[in-house]
């Protein structure tokens, strides 16, 4: 999902991380300019899947102490 919001993100890929900003990065050749933004496509799907994960866990980690509770709960 990272890699798609990347890819149709409307500035340049990878052109605020650059010194030169969007500037810098239109004067690129166009292979290097593949490059970065594949790069850009790998991060921000990285991102994206940390974050995913941390919101699995807090889901899961909620989901098991509700069921443990309800658990106490039902046994006594």
């Known amino acids: 999902?990272?890699?798609?919001i990347s890819g149709m993100r409307y500035d340049a890929p990878g052109a605020f991380a650059m010194p030169g900003g969007s500037d810098a990065f239109n004067n690129l050749k166009w292979y290097r300019q593949l490059s970065e933004g594949i790069k850009d496509m790998g991060r921000s799907g990285l991102r994206t899947g940390k974050s995913f994960g941390k919101i699995g866990a807090m889901f899961s980690g909620t989901e098991c102490v509700i069921e443990s509770v309800s658990l106490l709960v039902i046994c006594r």
């Open 1 to 4: 999902m990272g890699m798609f």
